[in-house]
């Protein structure tokens, strides 16, 4: 059998986890690996826990993530099968509604019709459930491949202030981290911009910001346990 291959639409929300799922990577063990470079100068405990926080948050995003298309799919599934039992009991009144949402558009009545008539005698389903729930039912977003996609994200971004903590002299570890991790949090915060088709100067800002705060605050934090500690 030939594979079916994926849509545009499909294509974009694996994109999407793929890049949530970096910067949810980049931004999670940025936070732990400050947060335990605060309290401790032990080089093995920010390691150790920069790769249990990468492996618990590679786990939970792709599991996560499958939960959460499921449940998207779930509810769309629901509806293509409302919409079914619509088209049988009254497919004029489902006719009507198709043909009503074309006119809103401006599209003449004789039109609108027509079209109408084309697109419900060529798929009535299809055509119905993507007027009346906006969605398309041919192209259900794979749970699978969202939780793959972030699986292997999450861990490609961990590996970022992983690796950062440890490079260059070592009072500039700090630094060097946070510096790392805003130019990656940008990136990051322009992609999803683009995926999702928003403003991309209030995403970067908005990564960007929540990223310096979450780093200020673990590394504060990890600060004042070593110095009650001490």
Do not use: C
Request: net charge positive; aromatic share 6%.
């Amino acid at each position: 059998m030939k594979k079916k291959k994926m849509s545009l639409a499909q294509k974009i929300n694996v994109l999407r986890a793929s890049v949530m799922g970096a910067n949810d990577g980049i931004l999670s063990i940025a936070g732990i690996v400050l947060g335990v470079a605060g309290a401790s100068t032990s080089n093995w405990a920010i390691l150790v826990s920069g790769l249990a926080g990468m492996l618990a948050g590679s786990v939970s995003m792709a599991m996560g993530e499958y939960v959460s298309v499921n449940s998207q799919k779930d509810s769309e599934r629901k509806a293509v099968a409302t919409e079914k039992q619509a088209l049988a009991d009254n497919y004029q009144k489902e006719f009507d509604f198709v043909q009503q949402k074309y006119m809103a558009t401006g599209m003449a009545e004789e039109l609108a019709h027509k079209a109408t008539t084309e697109m419900m005698t060529n798929n009535a389903l299809t055509t119905a459930v993507r007027e009346r729930y906006s969605f398309d039912p041919s192209k259900f977003t794979s749970p699978y491949a969202a939780a793959l996609a972030s699986l292997i994200s999450f861990p490609l971004g961990s590996l970022l202030p992983l690796i950062s903590i440890f490079v260059g002299p070592k009072n500039m570890h700090i630094a060097t981290t946070f510096i790392a991790v805003i130019i990656a949090l940008a990136i990051t915060g322009y992609l999803a911009a683009i995926l999702s088709k928003a403003n991309k100067t209030h995403s970067v800002l908005r990564n960007v910001i929540s990223g310096i705060v979450t780093m200020t605050v673990t590394y504060s934090v990890g600060v004042l346990v070593g110095i009650l500690a001490g």
